[in-house]
């Protein structure tokens, strides 16, 4: 699912494309991708787009008039720069904003159709789509220990839930754990203040790093490769590899659509944190650290 940092990125890219051009019309490759009905999307014809900003992960083109048009790219969706009056491609294609200057469209992989699209009316309107998290690069830490200790989360939930930080999803969350040697299921209510420290720091540092390295990619052109797997993450999307700092294998809890990367040596004292699924089927002979995890493969020949 496209962050903070690709979020940000995109919009800086459509500021320079769409800010003051007119939305000609808005062609809707699937009907389910819109989630809203009033204002109707044809509303949005006409009209001069006055701004584009970032709420959340979510793409906001402000309308004259008062009217926001939202895009929620979830897990798969992607936004595309094409020729003005481009085509929708194919099963992929779910919607094309039309613009003078170009064509912006919204396509998604796979078959589950996630990605949403909502038109608005008036600030009351585009905050009713707002979760509500504080803006983790807009906080100063005592704002940002205040969310996050509010109720007692693991940090990987607290860090992903969008009620308490914006922007923030998988695929950052890893990394930035990682970078602030931490676990992910360290209680928030149970860290010292110098582990809330690190993480602060880490927060603000991972994801102002990787915005300017994803605009250094992007240069001139439209962001392109936007994905939650990157060469340069340290554990995300990396289970197996060499940790960049120690050297061991990267461990994986997964669950439902998701999992969380994690260097145990780096975030949890070397000890493997247990899998839902793997650890009631092995039950106590599940492996507490890469030590006897070694084993366990040694002895089953893996």
Same mark, same amino acid.
């Given at each position: 699912?496209?962050?903070?940092?690709?979020?940000?990125?995109?919009?800086?890219?459509?500021?320079?494309?769409?800010?003051?051009?007119?939305?000609?019309?808005?062609?809707? =490759? !699937?009907?389910? @991708?819109?989630?809203?009905?009033?204002?109707?999307?044809?509303?949005?014809?006409?009209?001069? #787009?006055?701004?584009?900003?970032?709420?959340? &992960?979510?793409?906001?083109?402000?309308?004259? =008039?008062?009217?926001?048009?939202?895009?929620?790219?979830?897990?798969?969706?992607?936004?595309?720069?094409?020729?003005?009056?481009? &085509?929708?491609?194919? &099963?992929?294609?779910?919607?094309?904003?039309?613009?003078?200057?170009?064509?912006? #469209?919204?396509?998604?992989?796979?078959?589950?159709?996630?990605?949403?699209?909502?038109? %608005?009316?008036?600030?009351?309107?585009?905050?009713?789509?707002?979760?509500?998290? #504080?803006?983790?690069?807009? %906080?100063?830490?005592?704002?940002?220990?205040?969310?996050?200790?509010?109720?007692?989360? *693991?940090?990987?939930?607290?860090?992903?839930?969008?009620?308490?930080? !914006?922007?923030? =999803?998988?695929?950052? !969350?890893?990394?930035?754990?990682?970078?602030?040697?931490? !676990?992910? %299921?360290?209680?928030?209510?149970?860290?010292?203040?110098?582990?809330?420290?690190?993480?602060?720091?880490? *927060?603000?540092?991972?994801?102002?790093?990787?915005?300017?390295?994803?605009?250094?990619?992007?240069?001139?052109?439209?962001?392109?490769?936007?994905?939650?797997?990157?060469?340069?993450?340290?554990?995300?999307?990396?289970?197996?590899?060499?940790?960049? @700092?120690?050297?061991?294998?990267?461990?994986?809890?997964?669950?439902?659509?998701?999992?969380?990367?994690?260097?145990?040596?780096?975030?949890?004292?070397?000890?493997?944190?247990?899998?839902?699924?793997?650890?009631?089927?092995? &039950?106590?002979?599940?492996?507490?650290?890469?030590?006897?995890?070694?084993?366990?493969?040694?002895?089953?020949?893996?």
């Amino acid at each position: 699912m496209p962050e903070l940092p690709d979020i940000t990125v995109y919009v800086e890219a459509l500021e320079t494309r769409v800010r003051d051009a007119v939305l000609a019309q808005v062609r809707l =490759g !699937s009907p389910f @991708v819109l989630r809203t009905v009033d204002p109707p999307i044809a509303a949005a014809a006409g009209r001069p #787009v006055a701004g584009v900003r970032r709420l959340g &992960k979510r793409v906001v083109l402000e309308l004259d =008039g008062g009217l926001f048009l939202a895009i929620h790219l979830m897990i798969a969706g992607r936004l595309h720069w094409k020729p003005a009056g481009a &085509k929708l491609p194919g &099963k992929i294609g779910l919607a094309a904003l039309d613009f003078a200057t170009g064509t912006l #469209v919204l396509t998604e992989a796979g078959s589950k159709r996630r990605a949403a699209i909502h038109l %608005v009316q008036g600030a009351a309107g585009l905050a009713g789509l707002d979760r509500g998290g #504080v803006e983790p690069l807009e %906080v100063d830490e005592a704002a940002f220990r205040a969310a996050l200790v509010a109720e007692n989360h *693991t940090l990987k939930r607290a860090l992903t839930d969008p009620r308490i930080f !914006s922007g923030i =999803g998988n695929a950052y !969350s890893d990394e930035i754990l990682h970078r602030a040697r931490l !676990s992910p %299921v360290r209680l928030t209510q149970a860290m010292a203040a110098a582990e809330i420290g690190r993480l602060f720091e880490a *927060t603000r540092l991972m994801l102002v790093e990787w915005t300017d390295r994803l605009r250094r990619e992007a240069g001139d052109g439209f962001p392109q490769h936007v994905t939650a797997f990157r060469d340069g993450f340290a554990v995300h999307g990396r289970f197996g590899k060499p940790c960049p @700092v120690c050297g061991a294998p990267v461990q994986r809890i997964a669950y439902a659509d998701n999992e969380t990367n994690y260097c145990a040596p780096c975030q949890t004292a070397g000890r493997l944190l247990a899998d839902r699924a793997l650890s009631r089927l092995l &039950k106590a002979d599940w492996p507490r650290t890469l030590e006897e995890l070694e084993q366990l493969k040694s002895r089953h020949g893996a």
